[in-house]
């Protein structure tokens, strides 16, 4: 009953340590390679300015410097959704606009942090 007992709580440990990885794993500033298309809602060289960006329109705030984007190595930091098809980042760039920010439709990698 014992040696029972300890493998339940270890294969509980374990399910636990799974999920947390699991679950921090998928932000997607820690995410592998995401690329496709993404909708923009703005870039700061702040980050907390992002923050408050995203938070208001609905986004993800990423670092452009783990970007293909040509202004990688400046410290800007993109607010917006993706990746997606196309057509889905339009759809989150008209969301965008009737929240009032300015938007565009690139297509982009983030690489991991």
Do not use: H
Not at 22 to 28: D, G, I, R, S
Not at 33 to 38: A, E, P, Q, R, T
Not at 60 to 75: E, K, R
């Amino acid at each position: 009953m014992k040696i029972l007992a300890t493998a339940a709580i270890t294969l509980a440990l374990a399910a636990t340590a799974f999920t947390a990885d699991t679950v921090t794993n998928t932000a997607p500033a820690q995410a592998a390679d995401s690329c496709g298309f993404f909708a923009f809602a703005g870039a700061y060289q702040s980050r907390s300015r992002a923050r408050r960006q995203a938070n208001r329109v609905g986004g993800n705030v990423w670092s452009v410097d783990f970007s293909n984007s040509p202004n990688a190595g400046q410290g800007w930091w993109a607010v917006g959704r993706g990746p997606g098809s196309r057509s889905q980042a339009n759809r989150w760039k008209r969301q965008y606009q009737n929240r009032g920010a300015s938007s565009y439709v690139a297509n982009r990698c983030f690489y991991g942090e």
